[in-house]
């Protein structure tokens, strides 16, 4: 049983980064053929995926956010973590980590983390 948990500030100022961690549990991140990413959730809106680092190594971000965003993964911690710099109020969300095979479905999810940006 895989398991995904989100960490970091629920509270973010303007212009300061958002820093959240997910730790995994049950499974490891250097697993062959997973991506580890990052969704988000703003008030009254859908998800929006964010981001992911494929088991290699590899990152991919969506065009909207990649020049302020940065996911990296601590694998001695079986971590993975999210960097949104330069935030703003359009930031607020609960924040998501999930798991997606290659070819496959979301299948393990963070319960996710609000975080507001606000002064």
């Known amino acids: 049983q895989v398991q995904l948990q989100e960490s970091g500030p629920g509270l973010v100022k303007p212009s300061q980064t958002l820093s959240l961690t997910c730790t995994v549990s049950g499974g490891s991140i250097t697993t062959n053929y997973y991506f580890w990413n990052w969704i988000r959730q703003p008030p009254g809106k859908g998800l929006e995926w964010i981001g992911s680092?494929?088991?290699?190594?590899?990152?991919y971000y969506t065009p909207s956010l990649k020049s302020r965003t940065s996911i990296s993964a601590d694998t001695s911690n079986n971590q993975f973590t999210l960097q949104l710099s330069s935030v703003t109020p359009e930031d607020t969300a609960v924040y998501y980590c999930?798991?997606?095979?290659?070819?496959?479905?979301?299948?393990?999810w963070g319960q996710g983390t609000p975080v507001t940006v606000s002064s």
């Open positions: 680092i494929y088991y290699t190594g590899n990152t």
């Open positions: 999930a798991r997606k095979g290659s070819g496959s479905l979301y299948d393990y």
